[in-house]
Nanobody, 119 residues
């Protein structure tokens, strides 16, 4: 599967932004999906995950209550709604797909979209 992320940009602290990831292929609904991010000089970290049917969701502690992951299997798309953005949320955001646990290790990665939050 190929993943194409989009929707990043430059926003101010407190703003909202939604990033999207479109997947190719007909088996999107078979994958658990997730978002990761990597800030300059830091390792890539888990942000959020959603199960294949959209029933289960999980979030990193740093984004709980501010970010929301969702998916539309009819559109082969997963979304990350980010509210109350902070400068420390600045990173390249990557979407990922996994047959198993997203947190344990995705099988596929998208190319990333830059999110920059100014103070």
């Amino acid at each position: 599967v190929q993943l194409q992320a989009s929707g990043g940009g430059l926003v101010q602290a407190g703003d909202s932004l939604r990033v999207s990831c479109v997947a190719s292929g007909r088996t999107f609904s078979s994958y658990n999906m997730g978002w990761f991010r990597q800030a300059p000089g830091k390792e890539r970290e888990f942000v959020a995950a959603i199960s294949s049917r959209g029933v289960g969701r999980s979030y990193a502690d740093a984004v709980k209550g501010r970010f929301s992951i969702s998916r539309d299997n009819a559109k082969n798309t997963v979304y990350l709604q980010m509210n109350g953005l902070k400068p420390e949320d600045t990173a390249v955001y990557y979407c990922a797909a996994a047959f198993g646990s997203v947190v344990a290790g995705p099988d596929y990665w998208g190319q990333g979209t830059q999110v920059t939050v100014s103070s």
